[in-house]
């Protein structure tokens, strides 16, 4: 090979073989600073069959929970998770503009159920809105973790911790391949009647190939509805809007965590 | 874990999935030119086995982003191919023009089924009120730019211009030509068929020129782009969600984000060129430094609006058919150049909006030379041009015409300048990517060639080390999934 082109190469060789040995660590901490990896490791280990990995996770749930019945006063709703509330949001809005609830949207891109766990920012959010209802859309950037339990349980329970008593619908993510267990994880530790298992459903996805299309997100938002009265622990209010999508009375942009 | 399990990943990975497009900024494609390019050092003095291998690598690209739509890239440059050779070889003017009306008739129906069928369909069920059930169809990836490359060159060799191809294998290398294939710089057949011909090594500065250049791309590309997109599309999808001076935000960001994406996936395919020792012409050229839109679209997506004035423009007539006419050729270029992004009428409207104005720039010409070309007048001209080109945007964005509307009128009506400290604080990392892109356009073309100059010239480690800084640049600011490139829907 000629110099030039072997300088290069070697250049390109020697870059992906650093990163792709990096990837198989979660993250790296150098001085204080993370370093993210890449997924790239992940990609090549995966064994498609492997449903949950790391510890088990027994699901315990009653199946059998009292309902309660449709609460028909207005409520005022926190709706927090990733940036699949960006579809959904809008939609949960025009429920909430309809039936008179009040609603507020904290959208952090990128987040994880790690990334809430680890600080008290939901808690704060829970302060400052004073939700009766909380609406949560987290999971879809956790679908390909290893060993999830070991490394999310305490997160998750965590999270729902801090929401405490205030009635919950988690509404897991809208799966576009198998998970390594966070909807099990999820549905492990939320109360009966306050998991939407999302996965299974077709959905028509962006060019991203992840998130769902606006008016897939729509439909997404209504199938929640729909189940919600005869499914869900704490069924509120939600007739069908008129208008298609609206506005929340606030919505709070967190980036992604570095 | 077995090998096996790592091979089954590795082949799920290199097959066509429609979610994942094969990109340059995709850890894929690297690890693939990893292993394309000592077979390609080996085989580039071998002319015909080089053409072989890199049409087989770019077939194979094209596959991992459309599938079998491969196979229709190799028809139609089978049927372009074997057109040309017979044009050259009739003496009749009638019957080349027959061949060169074939050639492009076949092309522009492909494009059309594919990219327009849904859209006429609509249109024609809108007028008759009928019940409109779209087609099943999936677009090819890239082949509004083949389509166009596929004319031009069967034009060329009518016009004689460009002496057709001996081979198929040369014309398909430079159809099918991976690194320009799915998102241009659209190639003219008379500047990259020599060089074919030619084939002559890269030097080292140059391989190092195309480093640096695919360096600048991922930058452009992967990490500003990518990230200031994340604002940006929410207040696309949220036309009234936020405040006018948000919104404002999120239309001077995406100006900056098409910018970015597409000129950062130019650079991209330039250097990866460049490393294979193939020059294609600049796409791009500080669109943005533009003080009126004439300049503008001379520096903007170049290679499509050189395109469209040698193809389109100039067969209408151009100028040489009094004022009016050159206004209508010119709207009508515009127009089409607009339908060319997408099947909407968002595009129709962005293109002819921008035929208007260049209309209007060309009309008041004569005027505006008499303008003394001082500082001030200077700052006035550039203001106007920007504004116009970015609220243009919007509507080349927007999902529909109402969230336009709402956006712009947003902008205006809903403006407190009390949302500013407030912004600065939550988003200041979007902050400095909007200060470093702006920056960096504002800098003289002098400094990039300079600190082009210093890279090639620096030694190894400093150059590894830049780029696995970059890398992690990549990985830290990435979102979810790698965002999927603007231009690849056209």
């Known amino acids: 090979m000629k110099r030039g082109y072997l300088g290069l190469w070697s250049i390109l060789v020697l870059t992906f073989l650093l990163f792709i040995t990096a990837s198989s660590f979660d993250s790296i901490n150098i001085c204080g600073l993370e370093l993210k990896t890449s997924g790239m490791y992940d990609r090549l280990i995966q064994v498609d069959e492997v449903k949950v990995s790391g510890d088990t996770v027994q699901i315990d749930n009653d199946d059998t929970f009292k309902r309660q019945p449709v609460d028909t006063t207005a409520q005022n709703i926190l709706f927090i998770g990733d940036s699949m509330l960006e579809g959904l949001s809008p939609r949960l809005a025009a429920y909430a503009k309809e039936n008179g609830h009040k609603m507020n949207t904290v959208i952090w891109y990128s987040s994880t159920s790690n990334v809430w766990g680890e600080c008290d920012t939901l808690k704060t959010f829970i302060r400052r809105f004073k939700p009766t209802y909380v609406f949560i859309c987290l999971g879809a950037n956790e679908l390909f973790v290893k060993d999830i339990v070991k490394k999310r349980d305490k997160y998750v329970k965590t999270m729902l911790s801090q929401i405490g008593d205030i009635p919950y619908l988690w509404i897991g993510p809208p799966n576009w391949k198998e998970d390594t267990g966070i909807n099990d994880l999820i549905a492990a530790n939320a109360k009966p009647g306050c998991f939407f298992l999302s996965n299974g459903m077709h959905f028509d996805r962006a060019k991203d190939g992840a998130h769902p299309t606006r008016s897939s997100a729509v439909q997404w938002m209504d199938s929640v509805v729909r189940w919600m009265p005869e499914n869900c622990a704490h069924p509120i209010r939600l007739n069908i809007p008129q208008e298609k999508t609206a506005k929340p009375q606030r919505v709070v942009v967190l980036q992604p965590k570095r | 874990m077995q090998l096996q399990d790592i091979f089954s990943n590795l082949m799920e990975l290199l097959s066509y999935d429609a979610t994942a497009p094969m990109i340059f900024s995709s850890g894929l494609f690297w690890f693939l030119f990893i292993l394309f390019m000592p077979i390609y050092a080996v085989l580039k003095n071998r002319r015909w086995q080089m053409l072989v291998f890199v049409v087989a690598f770019s077939l194979y690209f094209y596959y991992k982003s459309s599938g079998l739509f491969f196979l229709l890239l190799v028809c139609t440059s089978l049927l372009d191919w074997i057109l040309s050779r017979v044009l050259v070889k009739l003496d009749s003017k009638g019957a080349k023009k027959a061949c060169v009306a074939a050639s492009i008739i076949t092309s522009l129906s492909i494009l059309g089924y594919f990219k327009y069928a849904n859209f006429f369909l609509w249109n024609w069920n ?219 009428w968002k595009f129709v409207f962005w293109g002819g909006m921008h035929g208007v104005g260049l209309a209007v720039h060309k009309a008041s010409k004569p005027l505006l030379d008499k303008i003394p070309n001082i500082y001030p007048v200077k700052l006035l001209s550039w203001t106007v041009t920007i504004i116009y080109v970015s609220l243009l945007w919007v509507f080349f964005r927007a999902e529909s015409w109402t969230d336009s509307w709402l956006i712009i009128k947003n902008i205006f009506t809903n403006f407190s300048v009390a949302h500013i400290a407030a912004f600065l604080e939550v988003r200041y990392v979007w902050c400095i990517m909007m200060a470093v892109i702006i920056l960096s356009h504002a800098m003289p073309r002098r400094w990039y060639d300079k600190m082009g100059e210093m890279f090639v010239n620096s030694n190894w480690l400093i150059k590894t080390l830049i780029f696995i800084i970059v890398v992690q640049f990549v990985i830290q600011f990435m979102s979810e999934d790698v965002a999927p490139f603007i231009y690849f829907q056209f």
């Not at chain 2, 294939?181 to 002559?200: C, H, K, M, T, W």
């Open chain 2, 126 to 344: 809108q007028m008759v009120e009928g019940n409109f059930q779209p087609l099943d169809i999936i677009l090819p990836v890239g082949i509004s730019f083949y389509t166009f490359q596929s004319i031009s060159y069967i034009v060329d060799v009518y016009k004689g211009r460009v002496a057709p191809t001996r081979t198929w294998l040369e014309y398909l290398f430079f159809l099918s030509f991976f690194p320009a294939l799915v998102a241009g710089p659209i190639v003219r057949a008379d500047y990259f068929l020599p060089q074919v011909e030619q084939n002559s090594r890269p030097k080292r500065e140059e391989i190092y020129l195309g480093f640096w250049m695919i360096i600048l791309g991922i930058i452009k590309k992967a990490i500003i782009a990518d990230y200031i997109s994340q604002y940006n599309d929410l207040i696309f999808s949220s036309p009234t969600g936020y405040s006018g001076f948000e919104s404002l935000m999120g239309v001077i960001g995406y100006t900056m984000q098409i910018y970015c994406d597409f000129s950062g996936y130019s650079d991209m395919a330039i250097g990866i060129a460049l490393i294979m020792g193939f020059k294609l012409s600049p796409n791009f050229n500080f669109p943005y430094k533009s003080k009126n839109l004439t300049e503008f679209w001379r520096r903007w997506h170049i290679s499509l609006s050189s395109w469209l004035r040698d193809y389109l423009y100039i067969p209408l007539g151009g100028n040489r058919k009094g004022t009016i006419r050159t206004y209508v050729n010119n709207f009508l270029t515009m127009l089409i150049g607009g339908l060319w992004h997408g099947a909407a």
